[in-house]
């Protein structure tokens, strides 16, 4: 039984077929919609570019039990309950991925994680229209990118000192400043937001923000509320290990929702990356059919935002030392970080040769000569010594 209809449900379910898995699969799904891809509706939908986002034509091929429209509310000995019924399971995998925070007060604010949420916030998104964005993170920049293509007047509030510093740090994420600027999107960095009112935002220190949409886009958390009282160890989402199970047997997650043990970093990751929904569910579905087969990937993530494509692999959080390749700034430039002679992360803008060897140099664990990675001239994986 698989609980969560987004990619990281639906490709468990796929998995569990294509490995030949013969017996009975349920799919149950909060949404009534089937699953779609999250990716774009942030960039093509609300662009303009797309509609739909649907990631199959039709789901009666799956050759399983397809429960749309129903949620599950609580998880005990074996047993799952949903806001329909009980249902017995013999193993059981949690994708119910995760759901934005909301900011204090009583205005009206819109968010960025359903279709629907997409498809009514893209009406709204009229030339003229004033758009108050709060978090220059992923979704921020990348709703404030297409918000001003439609002709929006868009402010961005950012209560930390750089866009995007909670996920690369302050001095990267400062690079991306001037973006906002040539898009004609004012930026208020430094500027928390105290709560959400009719017709605006207060800002904290006293100021007032008018605007006709706001959209709140300063993070997600993951949506294991309902399994509280079931036993199932959570840490920042559903806590499991390299097979993707949990503390309790026969219980698996993955997705959003799943921070699993990484044997590569030697720590637990909840990524909140796409790469992961859709790749994880290969490792999980050996595990449910009695394989041992571990998930441990190099964490890749991509975003769009006014006209680049930025790209990062890795995991920097216990890296030493940052290393630019070349000068940072312009067009296109890379940030490496490293722990001890060997590569943890990049950061790509414009340069997917250097991603795609960067990210091959940390997958091979290779030690490598810092001098050479920062100089452009020389290919990145030439940096590598062993
Ligand atoms: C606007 C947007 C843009 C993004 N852009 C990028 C990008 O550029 N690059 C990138 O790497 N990642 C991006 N992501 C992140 C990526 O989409 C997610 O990592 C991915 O969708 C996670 O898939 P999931 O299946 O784990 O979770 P979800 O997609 O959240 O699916 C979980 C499903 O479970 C359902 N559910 C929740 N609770 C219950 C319950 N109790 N019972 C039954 N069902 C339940 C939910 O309704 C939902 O349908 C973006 C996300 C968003 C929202």
């Not at 639906?10 to 569990?16: G, I, N, P, S």
């Not at 909060?30 to 649907?54: C, F, N, V």
């Not at 799956?62 to 005990?76: F, H, K, M, P």
């Not at 898009?183 to 006293?206: F, I, K, R, Y």
Request: charge should be negative.
């Amino acid at each position: 039984m698989v609980v969560g209809g987004g990619l990281a449900g639906l490709r468990t379910v796929e998995e569990l077929r294509t490995q030949g898995h013969a017996g009975a699969v349920t799919l149950i799904g909060a949404e009534i919609r089937p699953p779609y891809d999250r990716p774009p509706l942030s960039k093509q939908l609300m662009a303009g570019a797309a509609d739909d986002t649907s990631l199959r034509d039709e789901l009666g091929s799956l050759g399983a039990v397809v429960r749309l429209g129903e949620r599950a509310t609580r998880l005990s000995a074996g047993v799952l309950s949903t806001d329909r019924g009980d249902y017995p399971f013999d193993r059981l995998v949690i994708a119910t991925g995760a759901q934005p925070v909301a900011l204090p007060g009583p205005g009206r604010q819109r968010f960025l994680r359903t279709i629907d949420d997409a498809l009514a916030l893209r009406e709204r998104l009229v030339a003229g229209a004033r758009l108050a964005i709060v978090g220059a993170g992923w979704i921020g920049a990348e709703l404030a990118t297409a918000a001003a293509g439609r002709g929006c007047q868009v402010s961005v509030v950012e209560a930390g000192q750089a866009p995007l510093a909670a996920a690369v740090g302050a001095e990267i994420g400062a690079l991306t400043t001037d973006w906002y600027a040539s898009a004609g999107v004012e930026l208020l960095l430094g500027q928390a937001v105290e709560s959400v009112q009719d017709g605006g935002l207060a800002l904290a220190g006293g100021g007032w923000l008018a605007a006709d949409e706001i959209v709140t886009a300063v993070g997600v958390r993951p949506e294991v509320g309902w399994l509280s009282g079931s036993g199932v160890a959570l840490e920042n989402g559903v806590a499991v290990n390299e097979m993707l199970e949990s503390s309790v047997a026969g219980v698996y997650a993955v997705g959003d929702c799943a921070a699993f043990w990484s044997l590569r970093f030697r720590r637990r990751m909840r990524p909140e990356h796409w790469d992961v929904a859709l790749r994880a569910p290969a490792a999980l579905a050996a595990n449910l059919i009695g394989g041992a087969k571990p998930y441990d990937p190099v964490p890749y993530f991509w975003s769009e935002q006014f006209g680049r494509m930025l790209q990062y692999v890795g995991d920097h959080r216990d890296a030493d030392r940052l290393v630019w390749r070349g000068p940072a700034g312009g067009d296109r430039w890379a940030a490496c970080w490293l722990t001890g002679d060997r590569l943890a992360a990049v950061l790509t803008v414009g340069l997917p040769r250097d991603l795609q060897q960067g990210r091959r140099l940390i997958e091979s664990g290779s030690e490598v000569d810092a001098d050479r990675i920062a100089d452009p001239a020389i290919q990145l994986r030439e940096a590598a010594l062993t």
